[in-house]
């Protein structure tokens, strides 16, 4: 198997656990659950993997992102989830955002070949993401450790786990 066919299966199979995760929060305030003040709750995960998702697409394919700069304050890092439900976007939007994200970059993913997986990201990208394949690596691994976190909170609800 390619790189590049393992990124993508990579890619398809977080976001496929994401979304059967998100399936599982049936109403609004599910989505504002939190099991210590402290955690992340559903909201904020799938907002902050939109909106690194659409970094990561900015950084291997600046004309193709799109502005998201307006949720940085909600979802960007150092952000806290905050429980009003009105500070934030719908679900059904920020589903939408999640889908769209991960489209793009998968788009970007598929322009290029295996040798672009090895160019350098441009100047100024975090020390630890040096080419673009460790980009398209992290948004694998960054995407597990918000569901994981999502799946915490779907127990805490009382919910039955997704695998098991």
Not at 134 to 152: K, N, P, T
Request: hydrophobic letters at 40%; aromatic letters at 8%; charged letters at 25%.
């Amino acid at each position: 198997m390619s790189r590049k066919a393992f990124i993508k299966e990579g890619l398809k199979l977080s976001r496929g656990f994401t979304n059967r995760m998100l399936d599982k929060f049936e109403k609004d305030s599910d989505w504002l659950y939190q099991v210590h003040p402290e955690a992340n709750h559903a909201m904020w995960c799938a907002g902050h993997i939109a909106l690194v998702d659409e970094f990561f697409v900015k950084l291997t394919c600046p004309e193709k992102a799109i502005d998201l700069s307006a949720d940085e304050k909600l979802f960007g890092m150092g952000t806290k989830p905050v429980s009003d439900a009105s500070a934030y976007p719908t679900p059904a939007e920020i589903r939408k955002r999640l889908s769209d994200s991960h489209e793009r970059l998968l788009g970007v993913l598929e322009g290029l070949s295996e040798d672009d997986l090895d160019k350098p990201t441009p100047e100024g990208s975090p020390d630890f993401l040096p080419t673009l394949e460790s980009v398209f690596r992290l948004a694998v691994f960054h995407e597990g450790v918000h569901a994981g976190q999502m799946s915490i909170a779907n127990r805490g609800l009382g919910h039955a786990p997704l695998i098991g």
